[in-house]
């Protein structure tokens, strides 16, 4: 009930295209929803976050989708730039509950 | 600028050393996090605390201590390392649990054991 599914593993896009990772969870008493950048030799950094009682919050060129019926949410980077080029983990959390991270999406964009 | 700094980037140790690993946070954060980061696996928490002198066990404890004598430092201590504990390590820290907030990242500690 704890794990926090995600995918894909790596994803390579060209510059200006559209990535998209994919996070899934168990735990209905998760209620935050962040996302977090790391670049190589750097620790994580927050990129973006959503509560569930939104379905979708943009920041930029960057996009959370929430379904909270699915219990599914994604990350889309629109115009992806080689900038943007990082490892990204999705993460969950509750009301007196630590974050629970999912393994990682190593995207790759290409110029 | 919050600021989560651990005293190693690198290190090298010897199976059997005992090993401290060091963290200091500067924004009096309530809660302190220790992480191993391995490849496939994600961020895996093997200590937190959230106030001087407390510590709960996360996921993955076992070979691992923890010890927090003051609020902005917490130190992860590897009693008899082993080669399984080579790893990337990540310190972080964020205000109180129930807010579900932010957490923030030290840049990690890259442990080799040999």
């Known amino acids: 009930q704890q794990q926090v599914k995600q995918s894909p593993q790596s994803l390579i896009v060209q510059k200006g295209g559209i990535s998209i990772i994919n996070c899934a969870y168990e735990n209905t008493a998760f209620d935050y929803f962040p996302w977090y950048q790391q670049f190589p030799g750097k620790g994580p950094a927050l990129l973006i976050a959503i509560r569930p009682d939104v379905s979708e919050k943009k920041e930029g060129r960057f996009t959370i989708s929430f379904n909270k019926s699915a219990k599914q949410f994604s990350l889309h980077i629109m115009d992806s730039q080689p900038g943007d080029s990082a490892t990204y983990f999705c993460a969950a959390g509750g009301y007196g509950q630590n974050f629970v991270f999912g393994p990682g999406t190593r995207l790759s964009v290409l110029p | 600028d919050v600021k989560v700094t651990q005293s190693s980037r690198y290190l090298v140790k010897r199976t059997g050393e005992k090993v401290f690993l060091e963290c200091v946070q500067d924004m009096d954060h309530e809660n302190m996090f220790w992480y191993r980061q391995d490849p496939g696996l994600g961020l895996r928490l093997i200590y937190f605390s959230y106030d001087v002198k407390m510590k709960e066990k996360g996921d993955i404890p076992e070979g691992y201590s923890v010890s927090r004598e003051k609020k902005e430092r917490f130190s992860l201590i590897l009693e008899s390392a082993s080669t399984n504990q080579t790893s990337m390590y990540l310190c972080?820290?964020?205000?109180?649990?129930?807010?579900?907030?932010?957490?923030?990242f030290g840049q990690g500690t890259r442990l080799t054991v040999v």
């Open positions: 972080a820290s964020s205000f109180l649990r129930e807010m579900n907030t932010e957490a923030f």
